[in-house]
C-alpha cells in the first residue's frame, strides 16, 4: 500500500535520464505509440484520494481513487478496452479453453499427484527467482528504488543461501518481497493505454501494451538475454530448454491454481467478457502498485 | 505541560468511547467470525460422508449469507440500469443474483477446500461508514489477495458490498456484463438469465452430489 506514494517523489537527475530512456524505448517501438493513441484515456488515477460527496445511498465506492460515482461514465472508462478484434479474441478464447481443459488441466492434475508439494514449490521458487532480474530492471524503469533494492537483495539471498533459488529463505522479509513488475505495467506507469485487447492462443489475454512488455520482459530473461548478446551457454541457451522450460514452468504454477480458471468461468454469465474484464482490472490494479 | 494535558483529554476521550464503541462489531471481526466458522464446517467430519454435500452447503450459506448485503451488490452492479428495474424486478433480481453467487462460490470453497489458511492483513475505515479489511487466502505457496469493502448500516452492522480478488472487483466484473446484456434486453430478460443459469447450476450439483 505504501508502495503507492514512492514514485510521487521526484528524485534527481538519473531518474529524469531512466525515464527518458524508457520513453526512448516506447517511441522506438513504434506499435506502441500507436497503441497510445488507440486506447482510451489513461486510467491512472489522480494522486489524491478525496472521495467524493456522495449521498450515503449512492453506490459509490471510496475505495476507488478518485470516489466516481457508477452513475457516471468514467467509471467504465477505466476498465474498457478497444477490442476490435473480437471475433478472433473470442475463437482464440475457445481454443484456449479447449487446450485448458484437454491438454493443461489433466497434465498439471497429473504432476500434482505425482509430485509432492515440497517439489513443487521448489520448482515454483526456481522459476521466480529466475525472472528476478526482469522485475528489478522494470523497477529500476519506474524509479522504484526500494522495491528494486528488495528484489536485489532477494535474488542474491535466494541464489545463494537459497540455492540457486530452488529455496526461499527471504520469504518473510517484507522488504525483500515487493510487488512483482513487469514491462506491461513499466510501459502502463508512463501513461501508455492498453491498445487493443488480444487473445493469444496459448498465452492466453493480454493487448498491445502488455504484448510489447511480454516481449521485452522475454528479451530480459536471462537465457533469452544470453541469447541475444550472443552468448553461447550451450543447452541452456537453446530452444528446446526455452520451450521446455516454458512448458514445465505453465505446468508448476497451474498445479497450484487448479479450478480457480473454472470458477471464475462458471460464476460469468458471458466468459469472454468476464475474463477481459478481470484482466483489465488486474493490470489496472498492479501498475497502481 | 499542556501536550500532557491534551494526551489525558485524548486518553479520557478514548476509554470513554472504547466500550460504546465496542458494542458495534469491527468490520475485521464481522468477516472473519462467519470464516472460521465455515472453515470449522469444511473440516467438520460429520459432512465428510457421502450424501451430507446438500446439508453442509445450506449450513455455509446460513452463516456467509448474513455477511453480505446483496442488495447493495445488486445495485453496484447493475449500476445505471437499476433504475430501469421495477420494484418487483428489483426484488426478483436481488433474490437469483443472491442464490446465484451463493452457489457459485460454496461450491468452489465446498469442492477444493485443501487447508487454504486466511490471513488477515488489516483494514481501512473511510468515512466511518466504509471499510475494507484486506485478507490473504493462503494456498500451499500462493498467495491470494482478497479484500472486502463494506458498508455501516444504521444499527451499526457492517456487510461486505463488494470483494476484491488480485485487484478484480466482483461487482465491476459483473456491471460490463449486465450492461452489455441490458443494452440489447429487457431487466426481465436478465433476470430470466440468471434463473437458467441458476437451474443449470443446482442441476449440476445435484448431479455431482450423487456420484
Known amino acids: ?289 | 505541560m499542556r501536550r500532557r494535558l491534551l494526551a489525558c483529554i485524548l486518553m479520557l476521550a478514548v476509554l470513554g468511547i472504547g466500550p460504546a464503541a465496542a458494542a458495534f462489531t469491527e468490520p475485521m471481526a464481522v468477516i472473519k467470525a462467519p470464516i472460521d466458522e465455515v472453515i470449522e464446517l469444511l473440516n467438520d467430519p460429520q459432512y465428510k460422508e457421502a450424501g451430507t454435500e446438500q446439508a453442509q452447503r445450506n449450513a455455509i450459506w446460513q452463516i456467509v449469507r448474513p455477511m453480505f448485503d446483496f442488495e447493495e451488490i445488486s445495485r453496484r452492479a447493475v449500476a445505471r440500469n437499476w433504475n430501469r428495474f421495477t420494484d418487483a424486478e428489483k426484488k426478483a433480481f436481488v433474490d437469483v443474483f443472491a442464490q446465484f453467487l451463493g452457489n457459485t462460490y460454496i461450491d468452489k470453497i465446498q469442492g477444493e477446500y485443501h487447508n487454504e489458511k486466511i490471513v488477515y492483513l488489516g483494514q481501512e475505515i473511510l468515512q466511518e461508514v466504509y471499510a475494507e479489511v484486506k485478507t490473504q487466502i493462503v494456498r500451499e505457496t500462493v498467495e491470494i489477495p482478497v479484500n472486502y469493502r463494506m458498508r455501516k448500516y444504521e444499527e451499526g452492522q457492517w456487510r461486505v458490498y463488494d470483494i476484491i480478488v488480485e485487484g478484480v472487483s466482483l461487482v465491476k466484473n459483473y456491471r460490463t456484463q449486465f450492461a452489455s446484456i441490458l443494452k440489447k434486453k429487457r431487466p426481465s430478460q436478465l433476470i430470466d438469465q440468471l434463473n437458467e443459469k441458476l437451474t443449470e447450476q443446482n442441476q449440476r450439483l445435484v448431479g455431482s452430489g450423487q456420484d
Open chain 1, 1 to 289: 500500500m505504501a508502495e503507492k506514494w514512492i514514485p510521487a517523489g521526484r528524485p534527481p537527475r538519473w531518474c529524469v535520464m531512466l525515464r527518458a530512456l524508457t520513453m526512448l524505448i516506447v517511441l522506438l517501438t513504434g506499435s506502441v505509440a500507436f497503441a497510445g493513441s488507440l486506447g482510451e484515456e489513461a486510467s491512472e488515477p489522480p494522486a489524491g484520494d478525496e472521495p467524493a460527496m456522495a449521498e450515503a445511498s449512492d453506490p459509490f465506492d471510496p475505495f476507488d481513487q478518485g470516489g466516481e460515482d457508477v452513475f457516471e461514465d468514467e467509471d467504465e472508462a477505466s476498465q474498457a478496452v478497444a477490442d476490435p478484434m473480437e471475433g478472433f479474441n473470442r475463437a482464440m478464447f475457445t481454443v484456449n479453453d479447449k487446450l485448458y481443459f484437454w491438454v493443461l488441466k489433466p497434465a498439471a492434475s497429473g504432476y500434482r499427484f505425482v509430485v509432492p508439494t515440497p517439489v513443487r514449490s521448489s520448482v515454483k521458487n526456481f522459476f521466480f527467482n529466475l525472472l528476478g532480474p526482469v522485475r528489478f530492471v522494470n523497477c529500476l524503469f519506474q524509479g522504484k528504488w526500494r522495491a528494486a533494492e528488495g528484489e536485489f537483495c532477494r535474488f542474491t539471498v535466494n541464489t545463494t543461501v537459497g540455492m540457486l533459488g530452488f529455496f526461499d529463505p527471504a520469504k518473510d522479509n517484507p522488504k525483500m518481497n515487493p510487488h512483482e513488475e513487469d514491462f506491461g505495467q513499466t510501459l502502463g506507469y508512463y501513461a501508455i493505454g492498453n491498445g487493443c485487447y488480444i487473445v493469444w492462443p496459448l498465452f492466453g489475454p493480454s493487448t498491445l501494451r502488455d504484448t510489447v512488455g511480454g516481449v521485452g520482459d522475454w528479451a530480459l530473461n536471462p537465457f533469452s538475454f544470453m541469447k541475444l548478446v550472443n552468448v553461447d551457454a550451450g543447452a541452456l541457451t537453446s530452444d528446446t530448454t526455452n520451450v521446455a522450460m516454458y512448458c514445465v514452468r505453465t505446468v508448476n504454477d497451474v498445479s497450484f491454481r487448479i479450478g480457480d480458471y473454472e470458477a471464475l468461468k462458471n460464476a460469468a454469465l458471458d466468459p469472454y467478457e468476464a475474463f477481459r474484464n478481470a484482466y483489465i482490472q488486474n493490470r489496472n490494479s498492479k501498475i497502481a502498485q
